[in-house]
Structure formats: C-alpha cells, structure tokens
T-cell receptor
Framework: DGGITQSPKYLFRKEGQNVTLSCEQNLNHDAMYWYRQDPGQGLRLIYYSQIVNDFQKGDIAEGYSVSREKKESFPLTVTSAQKNPTAFYLC??????????????FGPGTRLTVL | AQKITQTQPGMFVQEKEAVTLDCTYDTSDQSYGLFWYKQPSSGEMIFLIYQGSYDEQNATEGRYSLNFQKARKSANLVISASQLGDSAMYFCAMREVWMDSSYKLIFGSGTRLLVRP
C-alpha cells in the first residue's frame, strides 16, 4: 500500500544530542514537509522540500536541519541548538506544492522526548 | 499574515446527532483553499474535506460538509450523524501561497470533539 512511514514512533534522547527522524513516502509525491506539534496546539511548519536536493525553511527552522537526496526520503535532524525539542513531529507529502486542492498526506508521526 | 481561528477548544455531541465545528480565517488573497483534518489519538492527520475560495457549492464528503460563508470568512465543518469514532481533534487549515508557486498550510489550534454514547 502507498503511504508515508515515519520511524521510530517514540524516541527518547538526552539533552545535547542530535537525533534524526526518518520520513519515507512511496506515493511518488514531489513535495515533502516537516511539522512540529506541541500539546494543545496546531501544526507549525519546520522545513519544506519541493524537489530533490532543494528545501526551504519554514516558520520554525532554527535548531533543525533536513536533506532531500532522494524523492522518497526527507529526514529531519533535531540538533542540540533546538531549545525545546520535546514535541510530536509529523511528516507530510503532496503531489506538487502548487495547485488548488492537492491535500497533504501525513505520516503517523514521531513523538520525541528529550530527557 | 494569514490566520486561522478555531474558538472551540472542546465540544461534546450525542451519538447520531449533528455537530458544527467553527473556523474563521483571515487573508487578503483572492484565491485560497481551506482544509479540514481529523487527528485521532494515534496522532496521524487524516484529510476530511477541501473548499476552494472560488467554489460556488459547499463541499461535501459523506457525513462531512463544509459551511462556507465567504463574506464572513468562515468555513465551519458540519459532521452529521456523529459516531463514536468521530471523537478526535479537528483542525482547520488554510493554504497560503508561499515561495512563488508553492504553498504551505496554516493550521488553527484545533477543536477536541467527544462523542457521547
């Protein structure tokens, strides 16, 4: 079945460590996104990629980094520079970034807890 | 800047009844799109329905319909015949044109819906 996978579902890390969250899609979508969700809040965009080897910062990119070496993969690294990394991270993809009603499809999310 | 407002942090509805979840938006764009997503306790975001700013008809998808009032800048989600499985967080989102031809979604803070048996 086509879809978006994120791993792991739960992740625990010590403060000061970098951690990489995986996101893979087999929908042949061009655009991929990373969002952060804090308790009781909506989603905020971290990074966005429209095509391979290209990505742009979202609203809260500080302390995060991404790569897009393959169309299917868009890993997110949470660096030690991120002040409050504990959150729920959601990856999404869409057919293309433009257009009207091309909704974004979301993965199951990774819950990161920094101890 | 574009903004989405959901003023109902939580709602209760009796099973089999209809419920309306409010969403108002602010934008200066003439062309925009509005989405509703459902987020169960598992965390995944599930797309429910879409309304384009130029669509003359209100969008409908099964038990979901969108009450789009452009002059009031509101896009309320109506769920008919509520089911226990409808208990979840519901997010309204708006497409914002960004980086020329690309776009991003702006999300509201969500409404938690609980369906009572």
């Amino acid at each position: 079945d086509g879809g978006i996978t994120q791993s792991p579902k739960y992740l625990f890390r010590k403060e000061g460590q970098n951690v990489t969250l995986s996101c893979e899609q087999n929908l042949n979508h061009d655009a991929m996104y990373w969002y952060r969700q804090d308790p009781g809040q909506g989603l905020r965009l971290i990074y966005y990629s429209q095509i391979v080897n290209d990505f742009q910062k979202g609203d809260i990119a500080e302390g995060y980094s991404v790569s897009r070496e393959k169309k299917e993969s868009f890993p997110l690294t949470v660096t030690s520079a991120q002040k409050n990394p504990t959150a729920f991270y959601l990856c999404a993809s869409s057919i293309r970034s433009g257009g009207h009603n091309n909704e974004q499809f979301f993965g199951p999310g990774t819950r990161l807890t920094v101890l | 800047a574009q903004k989405i407002t959901q003023t109902q942090p939580g709602m209760f509805v009796q099973e089999k009844e209809a419920v309306t979840l409010d969403c108002t938006y602010d934008t200066s764009d003439q062309s925009y799109g509005l989405f509703w997503y459902k987020q169960p306790s598992s965390g995944e975001m599930i797309f429910l329905i879409y309304q384009g700013s130029y669509d003359e008809q209100n969008a409908t998808e099964g038990r979901y319909s969108l009450n789009f009032q452009k002059a009031r800048k509101s896009a309320n989600l109506v769920i008919s015949a509520s089911q226990l499985g409808d208990s979840a967080m519901y997010f309204c989102a708006m497409r914002e044109v960004w980086m020329d031809s690309s776009y991003k979604l702006i999300f509201g803070s969500g409404t938690r819906l609980l369906v009572r048996p």
